[in-house]
């Protein structure tokens, strides 16, 4: 007597579940029969939906999902020996653009070990992986188009720096050929400011390499006999937005500049000293010598325009600006705190 094939009826939610989810899916038998397709799936693959029920999978459309490594991988699923978990496929199909899809596939698992059945998720990641590949190509574009930008700003500060040394180097005025010489140093400043920036992250600078890398330029350009002329930098780990440490960064090279010029003018030796320390949103930064000390009463000097630029910067960054005797010496700090209503981010590094 012939045996009569079983037939086994889905559960109609199951088929509901399957047929009306949002993300394609395909309910498979163990044989990669379609039981069910979702709508969505036939929509984004323009199958007619009438037409999958029966198919195998690799039957589905023109063949383009007859993929030999794909049927194998579902087979072992239905046997248990692995699960299909993003695997990454390219469907082509005929004079259509290659998609990107993301596999995962499950035995359902209602109990009936004699009825198995595959529930297969498909997901398009084509446009995802095109706008992650734009967005990659513009990030690299932006960080070569900043890097030229660097390149070219430190090049053109080398050149004004060069133009004015050499015309320091051509006037007979002695007044000039300082205002010359200090000009170059203010530019050298920013030059090492935006040495340091070119190598931070986020647009902060960190002050302890930028102080130091300022002071050794305003030291090579300016002590003559390092053995008896030295500067010392002391700064804790705070990090600054870029606009607060270029103010920072002239009130050091002003206030180091006139240091060597007038403190040590006796031929004695000495040492200047820079120190930064912050807590919170208080910072302070002093600038102090063991020279002769400032003169006073008829001998003390004119304000300049070192004296001029130092002050705007000092109230710019709404601090305090205290010149003292350091017997010997002076100290000149500029104290920033909180009440003083400084609207800027300052807080040591971690």
Known sequence: MPQTPTVHFEAASTLAVVTSSNEPLLFLSDDLRIIAASASFCRAFEIATASVTGKRLGEL?????AMPRLDSLLTATVTGSVSIDAYEIDLKRPDQKTRQLIINARKLDDGDLEHIRLL???????????????KDDLVRDKAIL??????RVANSLQIIASVLMQSARRVQSEEVRGHLHDARHRIMSIAALQRQLSTSAGGSVELRAYFTQLCQ????????????LSIQVTVDDSTVPADISISLGLIVTELVINALKHAFSDDRNGTIEINYLSSGKDWTLSISDDGTGMPIGNDAPKAGLGTGIVEALVKNLE?????SDASPGTVVTIRHTERSGLQTDFSPAA
């Open 319 to 323: 601090g305090e600006l205290t010149v």
């Open 146 to 151: 900043l890097q030229e930008v660097q390149h």
């Open 61 to 65: 459309g023109h063949g383009e999902w």
């Open 120 to 134: 297969v998720a498909i997901t398009d990641v084509t446009d995802m992986r095109a706008e992650a590949r734009l």
């Open 217 to 228: 330029s305003l030291g090579a350009s300016m002590i003559a006999e390092p053995e008896r």
